[in-house]
């Protein structure tokens, strides 16, 4: 069944800590998110993707990086995790034109002790 | 001004009431979504609109094009309908852009 998967769901790490959250998703689409939401909170794009090798920042700054190497994968890396990363991340993909609007991933708990 | 505004932001029903949930925007658009996301949880479509009405069992949403209105029902709500409601535009870049959500709490 084609769908997006997000691993892992809930993490806990310490400061300083490098993480990767990984996102793949197997429907084929060539535009791929990340999302950065605070509990309560709005959503913010973080980083996005056109296509392989294509990445892109977001409207919100952001300490981590992102690299597309595949299509159906898009990872996101914290290289020294802090306190300020404990949100929760959601990665979400789409086709082209967003016909069909984003499939979104269940997301990542992060918090950084 | 926000290029999306919802409303209301927080609303609390009872068991079985109808509840209408509005979302106003600003810009055009390719089309409108309504979005749904549990407590903890990720994000699920619950409706793409480019006009008209669409019905999904107990969920019905409706778009003005011309008044760039719309409205999420919700007939007959259930606890479980507890949520928080999101309206979001694809326009010209084909991103999203987010409504601020509304917190819908459905008390048995």
Request: proline letters at 3%; a neutral charge.
């Amino acid at each position: 069944e084609a769908d997006i998967y997000q691993t892992p769901r809930y993490l806990v790490i310490g400061t300083g800590k490098k993480i990767t959250l990984e996102c793949s998703q197997t429907m084929g689409h060539d535009k791929m998110y990340w999302y950065q939401q605070d509990p309560g909170m709005e959503l913010h794009l973080i980083h996005y993707s056109y296509g392989v090798n294509s990445t892109e920042k977001g409207d919100l700054s952001s300490e981590s990086t992102v690299s597309r190497i595949r299509t159906e994968h898009f990872p996101l890396t914290l290289e020294s995790a802090r306190p300020s990363h404990t949100s929760q991340y959601l990665c979400a993909s789409s086709d082209v034109q967003a016909l069909y609007g984003y499939t979104f991933g269940s997301g990542t708990r992060l918090t950084v002790v | 001004k926000n290029e999306v505004e919802q409303s209301p932001q927080n609303l609390t029903a009872q068991e079985g009431e109808f509840i209408t949930i509005n979302c106003s925007y600003s810009v055009g658009i390719s089309a409108l979504h309504w979005l749904q996301q549990h407590p903890g949880g990720g994000i699920v479509s619950l409706f793409m609109l480019s006009s008209g009405k669409k019905k999904h069992g107990r969920l019905i949403a409706t778009i003005n094009i011309q008044e760039k209105h719309s409205s999420l029902h919700i007939t007959a709500s259930h606890p479980r309908d507890s949520a928080v409601y999101i309206c979001a535009l694809t326009s010209g870049t084909y991103k999203y852009i987010f409504g601020t959500g509304t917190r819908l709490k459905v008390l048995a």
